[in-house]
């Protein structure tokens, strides 16, 4: 039964105060996990929490962290181990994206976001992964993204961001075999949440009709993870997309990246 290995264990779950994040603490809550929840927005965490309790039964931690500064990832990994509890799962999902041209994002921005989406996620594998494998169980679900498939010109810090995060889960992946810890990367396509706002872009028309609610990717996600997948990309149309990415010229898909990400800004 899927649910067994969520029931009664606890769960790390990073950026849970919205969207993706917050999803996975109402599904895995829903599923008997105790949660860890982190991000910065420290009401938010507290009431999502409580409001889990309530409802599950379940248990539950809030670390309010900004894991995208400096130090802040190694200090967050030192306060989970430090806690009196075994994590079993960790959900490594907070990250962030800035659209327009990389003339105008900055330094300070572009390191901040390779902080968080790359260098976090690795330190909390690294300081975590330890006593998952002595248990010879648990694991981690990354939250990568389709733009970690290809180039993406106007977001390409970020696209670059995420391909680090499916090609260090993969290998992983391969290093993990048979020692009964998974390692998942979740790859979805455009979903409407806070990343947007922060982005500064719009899902574009085109892509509206198919995309997908946070609760469905993030079901898609858990169940594939449960299910041992390495990559996981929900939804037809971006799985169609991720092959046209592996398959067609890069330029080419460079090209029409660029097109695409030139007219989701909104300025
Ligand atoms: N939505 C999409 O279209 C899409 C598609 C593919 C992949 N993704 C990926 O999905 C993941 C979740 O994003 P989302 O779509 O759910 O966006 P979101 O609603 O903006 O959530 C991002 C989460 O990350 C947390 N966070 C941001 N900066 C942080 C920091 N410095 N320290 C700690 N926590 C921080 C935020 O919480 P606080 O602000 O409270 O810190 C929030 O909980 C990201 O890795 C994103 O790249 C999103």
């Avoid at 849970?16 to 895995?28: I, K, N, P, T």
């Amino acid at each position: 039964m899927s649910d067994d290995i969520f029931r009664g264990r606890w769960v790390l779950i990073t950026g849970a105060s919205s969207g993706f994040g917050e999803d996975f603490a109402r599904q895995l809550a829903a599923r008997g996990a105790h949660l860890i929840l982190t991000a910065r927005s420290e009401a938010k965490l507290r009431a999502l929490g409580e409001e889990l309790s309530a409802k599950h039964g379940v248990l539950h931690r809030v670390l309010p962290r900004d894991i995208g500064a400096s130090g802040g990832a190694i200090a967050l990994a030192d306060e989970v181990l430090a806690l009196d509890v075994a994590v079993d799962h960790v959900v490594n999902n907070a990250g962030f994206g800035v659209g327009g041209p990389f003339v105008e994002l900055g330094a300070a921005r572009a390191a901040e976001m390779l902080r968080l989406n790359c260098e976090a996620l690795t330190v909390l594998t690294a300081k975590l992964l330890p006593p998952m494998r002595e248990r010879g169980r648990g694991g981690f679900l990354q939250v990568a993204s389709v733009a970690g498939f290809q180039p993406t010109p106007y977001m390409s810090v970020y696209g670059a961001s995420k391909a680090y995060v499916v090609s260090f889960t993969v290998g992983l992946a391969e290093e993990l075999r048979g020692t009964g810890v998974r390692m998942s990367a979740l790859c979805p396509g455009p979903v409407a949440t806070g990343f947007q706002a922060v982005a500064g872009i719009e899902i574009a028309p085109s892509q509206r009709a198919s995309v997908l609610s946070s609760e469905e990717t993030v079901r898609g996600g858990i169940q594939a993870y449960v299910d041992n997948k390495t990559v996981y990309v929900p939804g037809v149309v971006n799985t169609l997309g991720g092959l046209a990415a592996k398959f067609l010229p890069r330029a080419l898909v460079a090209r029409a990246a660029g097109q695409m990400m030139k007219n989701r800004g909104r300025g």
